[in-house]
């Protein structure tokens, strides 16, 4: 008899994630204005999360062209093994990217299909732009810098003094 692997991952409401191995985060800073992103990264604390995180700003860079070209972006098991994704942006009404909307699933459940998931995460979208018309993502994801990097810090100290045991 097969068993079904249960996999839950819950972040509460201002969880904060790191930008360079999510597909929200990547998806957020392939939109932003590349000047503001190559600051942003040249400051990021590129660190390994699972084998398949995206260590370097160039191999961002290449990701990001592939985001812009598609219209979305995934996570492939770069934050959390086991765990996929696919991120679609969300539009204010003068075209700029202010947050984005994203699918989660364990690997077991779902795929990366993404011709499969990006329309209807695209629909779902197009219906939160009028709730998001006044933010700048330049502004957002610098105010939230300072934010990400003292929570992931803290996760490594833990981290790493609990192996030390």
Same mark, same amino acid.
């Given at each position: 008899?097969?068993?079904?692997?249960?996999?839950?991952?819950?972040?509460?409401?201002?969880?904060?994630?790191?930008?360079?191995?999510?597909?929200?985060?990547?998806?957020? *800073? $392939?939109?932003?204005?590349?000047?503001? #992103?190559?600051? =942003?990264? +040249?400051?990021?604390?590129?660190?390994?999360?699972?084998? !398949?995180?995206?260590?370097?700003?160039?191999?961002?860079?290449?990701?990001?062209?592939?985001?812009?070209?598609?219209?979305?972006?995934?996570?492939?098991?770069?934050?959390?093994?086991?765990?996929?994704?696919?991120?679609?942006?969300?539009?204010?009404?003068?075209?700029?990217?202010?947050?984005? *909307? $994203?699918?989660?699933?364990?690997?077991? #459940?779902?795929? =990366?299909? +993404?011709?499969?998931?990006?329309?209807?995460?695209?629909? !779902?979208?197009?219906?939160?732009?009028?709730?998001?018309?006044?933010?700048?993502?330049?502004?957002?994801?610098?105010?939230?810098?300072?934010?990400?990097?003292?929570?992931?810090?803290?996760?490594?100290?833990?981290?790493?003094?609990?192996?030390?045991?």
């Amino acid at each position: 008899m097969l068993k079904m692997l249960r996999v839950r991952v819950h972040l509460e409401p201002g969880s904060r994630v790191p930008l360079h191995c999510t597909a929200s985060g990547k998806l957020l *800073l $392939a939109h932003m204005d590349a000047q503001h #992103r190559q600051k =942003l990264l +040249a400051s990021l604390p590129f660190e390994r999360f699972t084998p !398949a995180t995206i260590m370097s700003a160039d191999a961002l860079e290449t990701e990001f062209a592939e985001i812009l070209c598609d219209g979305y972006s995934t996570d492939r098991e770069e934050f959390m093994m086991g765990l996929i994704a696919i991120a679609v942006p969300v539009f204010d009404r003068n075209g700029r990217v202010v947050a984005s *909307l $994203a699918c989660h699933a364990p690997k077991a #459940r779902m795929t =990366l299909d +993404a011709r499969r998931y990006v329309p209807v995460l695209q629909s !779902a979208a197009r219906n939160r732009t009028n709730v998001l018309t006044r933010a700048r993502l330049q502004d957002l994801v610098f105010e939230m810098v300072p934010a990400i990097h003292a929570p992931l810090a803290e996760a490594s100290e833990r981290r790493e003094r609990a192996m030390a045991l």
